[in-house]
T-cell receptor, first 111, second 117 residues
Framework: EDQVTQSPEALRLQEGESSSLNCSYTVSGLRGLFWYRQDPGKGPEFLFT???AGEEKEKERLKATLTKKESFLHITAPKPEDSATYLCAIDRGSTLGRLYFGRGTQLTVWP | NAGVMQNPRHLVRRRGQEARLRCSPM?????VYWYRQLPEEGLKFMVYLQKENIIDESGMPKERFSAEFPKEGPSILRIQQVVRGDSAAYFC???????????????FGDGTRLSIL
């Protein structure tokens, strides 16, 4: 069964319109939660790692947060170049090295 | 994604042929992972290798698929007697040694798009 669920599947925002993407997970013993960005025809590009509830990481217009059951990727005042698919993945402590990915949120930012 | 190199970027095979996908990890990385991405699906783990060792192959089909990471040279994902269902994007990722450390995310290549005619 899916251990990582991302929502919404697709999101269209106007430039400057802030929003959040959600990643919920059902496993216990989380070793780390990862956010990646994927552009068409490219591989996932690493953005953030979060390890414990309450942790936050920021990079330019993106901020990732983590609770015991979910993570949010907040996008503040997005620009068209932020358009991409954003992937969430978890590292369970019991399966060393293996990442479990959600299906992603396809973000489109229009001018 | 320039650090992890995958080739070829696109590969076309006829049913029954063999496909070989190559992955050179980032400099200093000794852990390699292969994932498969089917249309409209998320990335699915296939296999995790270190130099000359398969650590976890639980995500790889037992028939027709094999992977290696030799002491010298790139990691190879090999698919024998390909079928239409093998059509997908195959991604390789790498990370440095010391997997217990927290500051070691997996870095991905740009993938090989495999098409089966």
């Amino acid at each position: 069964e899916d251990q990582v669920t991302q929502s919404p599947e697709a999101l269209r925002l106007q430039e400057g319109e802030s929003s959040s993407l959600n990643c919920s997970y059902t496993v216990s013993g989380l070793r780390g939660l990862f956010w990646y960005r994927q552009d068409p025809g490219k591989g996932p590009e690493f953005l953030f790692t979060l390890y414990s509830a309450g942790e936050e990481k920021e990079k330019e217009r993106l901020k990732a947060t983590l609770t015991k059951k979910e993570s949010f990727l907040h996008i503040t005042a997005p620009k068209p170049e932020d358009s991409a698919t954003y992937l969430c993945a978890i590292d369970r402590g019991s399966t060393l090295g293996r990442l479990y990915f959600g299906r992603g949120t396809q973000l489109t930012v229009w001018p | 994604n320039a650090g992890v190199m995958q080739n070829p970027r696109h590969l076309v095979r006829r049913r029954g042929q063999e496909a070989r996908l190559r992955c050179s990890p980032m400099k200093g990385h000794s852990h390699v992972y292969w994932y498969r991405q089917l249309p409209e699906e998320g990335l699915k783990f296939m296999v995790y290798l270190q130099k000359e060792n398969i650590i976890d192959e639980s995500g790889m089909p037992k028939e027709r698929f094999s992977a290696e990471f030799p002491k010298e040279g790139p990691s190879i994902l090999r698919i024998q007697q390909v079928v239409r269902g093998d059509s997908a994007a195959y991604f390789c990722a790498s990370s440095p040694p010391g997997i217990g450390r927290r500051d070691q995310p997996q870095h991905f290549g740009d993938g090989t798009r495999l098409s089966i005619l």
